[in-house]
């Protein structure tokens, strides 16, 4: 069992950063692959970014590719998405995810997620 707790959202202007912080409990979290969704109001959740559990392997949604990076601390049981150039259509609820799957796309691949946090992008 894994719980995932997410921080670090809020409200920035057009252009700015925000980093996202997912603290993962258990033991065996190096086993699993993490990623980012995100879900805008009236649309479905999609992927952002996935990391391998070696980190070996990063995906990147085409939208968000140059402008976020996604990491892990395995040591801190952390994933870490550092969003710079922000722009108003990220705004959305950013949800943390794992699986022990290696790094997939779809929501339903993932087995824990995290509550969300919102993250407002001004223009």
């Known amino acids: 069992q894994v719980q995932l707790v997410e921080s670090g959202g809020g409200l920035v202007q057009a252009g700015g950063s925000l980093r996202l912080s997912c603290a993962a409990s258990?033991?065996?979290?190096?086993?699993?692959?993490m990623a980012w969704f995100r879900q805008a109001p009236g649309k479905e959740r999609e992927f952002v970014a996935g990391i391998s559990w070696i980190g070996g392997r990063i995906y990147y949604e085409d939208s968000v590719k140059g402008r976020f990076t996604i990491s892990r601390d395995n040591a801190k049981n952390t994933v870490y998405l550092q969003m710079n150039s922000l722009k108003p259509e990220d705004t959305a609820v950013y949800y943390c995810a794992a699986t022990q799957r290696d790094v997939v796309f779809q929501n339903y691949e993932y087995d824990y997620w995290g509550q969300g946090t919102q993250v407002t992008v001004s223009s």
């Open positions: 258990g033991r065996t979290f190096n086993r699993y692959t």
